[in-house]
């Protein structure tokens, strides 16, 4: 994709990209509030409002998959406006309280257009010249409007109906809607590409970078998908974010019932200790990798030392003798939580060949989208028979189930190190 030069023009595009990612954030964290209270509006158990984790996530990888052709045709203006727009359709229909089917089966509206929005504000930043600074404050937002969603939700709740939870949502959306229309380029990214530039044609050549052998993927007749979906440090990657998802949306979206039935907590408590736990999961993601890289640790070593932190908070939240305790533990389970993600897609390009790697990177998103999707609603579905308080031996399990995942690509990032040192060493 051509990058674009940063006129002071589309600064407020990026302001506003920032704007929805935070109300992108909060509609994520405020989701296990809402579950609690529509359990109760429609009667029914974690089983059953648990597929709306199915309906959305399929929603979302349609979205994402989407916005590529959408952008490519209309332009960021249109992909933006669709995103948009199908979110305020989408949560304006649920504030009306549809009957149980209608309620799981638009959740893959609400889906498709996060995973559209998510894509299309992703894609235009990556396009800018100061792209890794803006994409790092991008996703930073996400986390702030997820810290701010558990609290506002329980406290709407706590005096009206979830449905106006959704009613706020979608209003908050139409100026956004309506931002993307004015100032996003309606122009498709590869309109107008520059010349090539004579001078560069003519100077000296430079040799291509071989793939290293040992990770080089074979040639697939499905092309880069079809490749990327034959490596196995591609599968390993995607496995791993599947999981970590899983335990990340599973501990948001259930742990105020957990706090609420199991502990005892009031909403509005549980509802600032859910809130807690996605500050968390944003200061994590700021201080720990910068401490790592100051005191030398490996991506291995950042790696096992938050999944091992991960494991501990899990145990605490469960064991924990009082109710401050689990809630405090909620927030520590967050901070080490919050650089896996990243972490895991940075490496990306380690488990493969380069020539496969934003194949890569799409195959992982996926992965994690079902992930997010089946554990979620697995974790309810064993709550249901068991009790809210399996909600954290499970998910210690499945944290386990993380370390089981991640040895195969550290084995993976290591070889490849190994190989890379060799040129070096030979030349040394």
Not at 134 to 148: D, E, K, P, S, W
């Amino acid at each position: 994709m051509r990058r674009f030069s940063v006129p002071w023009q589309i600064r407020p595009a990026i302001l506003l990209s920032y704007v929805a990612f935070v109300l992108i954030g909060v509609s994520a964290g405020d989701n296990g509030v809402l579950l609690l209270a529509q359990m109760g509006d429609y009667g029914v158990d974690r089983a059953v409002i648990g597929i709306t984790f199915f309906t959305g996530s399929a929603g979302f990888v349609l979205g994402s998959l989407h916005s590529g052709a959408l952008i490519g045709r209309l332009g960021f203006r249109a992909a933006g406006v669709v995103g948009g727009g199908a979110f305020v359709l989408a949560t304006l229909y649920l504030a009306s309280r549809p009957p149980l089917a209608a309620l799981i089966a638009v959740q893959m509206m609400v889906g498709y257009a996060t995973g559209m929005l998510e894509s299309v504000l992703s894609a235009y930043i990556a396009a800018q010249s100061d792209a890794t600074t803006l994409l790092n404050r991008l996703h930073a937002f996400f986390g702030v409007g997820a810290l701010i969603g558990p609290a506002l939700a329980a406290w709407i709740v706590g005096f009206t109906t979830w449905t106006v939870v959704c009613l706020v949502l979608a209003v908050a959306c139409v100026p956004l809607a309506v931002g993307f229309a004015l100032v996003y380029p309606g122009a498709p990214p590869g309109a107008r590409r520059p010349a090539a530039d004579p001078a560069a044609a003519s100077g000296p050549a430079v040799p291509p970078v071989p793939e290293l052998p040992a990770l080089a993927s074979p040639p697939a007749r499905g092309g880069l998908l079809g490749a990327a979906l034959r490596d196995r440090g591609v599968l390993a990657g995607a496995a791993m974010l599947a999981v970590y998802v899983g335990v990340e949306l599973g501990v948001g979206n259930w742990a105020f019932s957990y706090l609420v039935q199991g502990r005892g907590l009031s909403q509005s408590l549980a509802g600032y200790a859910v809130s807690g736990y996605w500050l968390g999961l944003t200061a994590g993601r700021f201080l720990i990798s910068p401490v790592a890289t100051r005191v030398g640790l490996t991506t291995s070593g950042l790696m096992y030392c938050c999944l091992s932190g991960i494991a501990v908070a899990l145990t605490l939240t469960w064991l924990a003798p009082t109710r401050v305790t689990a809630g405090a533990a909620l927030v520590l389970l967050g901070f080490f939580l919050g650089p896996v993600f990243p972490t895991t897609m940075a490496a990306a390009s380690r488990l493969t060949s380069p020539r496969l790697a934003p194949a890569a990177i799409g195959v992982m998103n996926a992965g994690s989208s079902v992930g997010g999707a089946a554990l979620p609603w697995l974790a309810g579905v064993v709550t249901q028979g068991a009790g809210i308080g399996a909600l954290f031996p499970f998910m210690l399990a499945m944290a386990v189930l993380q370390v089981a995942t991640w040895v195969p690509i550290a084995t993976r990032i290591r070889a490849r190190s190994s190989v890379e040192s060799q040129p070096a060493q030979a030349a040394s």
